[in-house]
Nanobody, 120 residues
């Protein structure tokens, strides 16, 4: 059974930091590209950051570039999102997503999400 379990969300003041984690089980983690999405109330889901299976490539949305850092530890089957200089507009549910393609077939999985609230 595949599970992606996010943790590390919470309430933080503007300008503060949080580190999100997403622990994967039931997959060969090192074969999966990982993504962090976020969804704010009433808004479409937004891709925040991506990382390749071997961490050789990362990408960021313009809205988070320079403030957020995605990383992974394949030995721990975990992907992280370090979020600094948080703003109220970063308030959202943050979800991790795993994707791989094997012999032309795509496999993808979602976590349940962790709430991040940025407010004074």
């Amino acid at each position: 059974q595949v599970q992606l379990v996010e943790s590390g969300g919470g309430l933080v003041q503007p300008g503060g930091s949080l580190r999100l984690s997403c622990a994967a089980s039931g997959i060969t983690f090192s074969r999966y590209a990982m993504r962090w999405y976020r969804q704010a109330p009433g808004k479409e889901r937004e891709l925040a950051a991506t990382i390749s299976p071997a961490s050789s490539s990362t990408t960021y949305a313009d809205s988070v570039r320079g403030r957020f850092t995605i990383s992974r530890d394949n030995a721990k089957n975990t992907v992280y999102l370090q979020m600094n200089s948080l703003k109220p507009e970063d308030t959202a549910v943050y979800l991790c997503y795993a994707r791989t393609v094997v012999l032309g077939r795509e496999y993808n999985y979602w976590g349940q999400g962790t709430q991040v609230t940025v407010s004074s």
